[in-house]
């Protein structure tokens, strides 16, 4: 069973810095990429960050690249996402993901399991 347990959620003013971890279990971490995806209330999930298995590779969507920084520790199996100079249209649920792909790591449906989700509301 694998699980996915983000954490790091929280309200900040505009401007500010979240780190956002995301715990997995009941896979060989290293052998899978990881995502991170967000919803805003009323619209679509979509894609933010990504990194390949090793970490060599890091993706981003453009609305965060420059701000947003994701890597993960493969012997804490634990992948994050630094996100600076934060703004009020990045408030979402935040979803962390693996899939056994490495590639396409910008599409939802590419991955095989999701976290729970972590709330990040930034007020103006």
């Known amino acids: 069973q694998v699980q996915l347990v983000e954490s790091g959620g929280g309200l900040v003013q505009a401007g500010g810095s979240l780190r956002l971890s995301c715990a997995a279990s009941?896979?060989?971490?290293?052998?899978?990429?990881m995502g991170w995806f967000r919803q805003a209330p009323g619209k679509q999930r979509e894609f933010v960050a990504a990194?390949?298995?090793?970490?060599?590779?890091?993706y981003y969507a453009d609305s965060v690249k420059g701000r947003f920084t994701i890597s993960r520790d493969n012997a804490k199996n634990t992948v994050y996402l630094q996100m600076n100079s934060l703004k009020p249209e990045d408030t979402a649920v935040y979803y962390c993901?693996?899939?056994?792909?490495?590639?396409?790591?910008?599409?939802?449906?590419?991955?095989?399991?999701w976290g729970q989700g972590t709330q990040v509301t930034v007020s103006s």
């Open positions: 990194i390949s298995r090793s970490g060599d590779s890091t």
């Open positions: 009941g896979r060989t971490f290293s052998s899978y990429a």
């Open positions: 993901a693996t899939t056994i792909r490495n590639n396409y790591l910008s599409v939802a449906r590419m991955y095989d399991y």
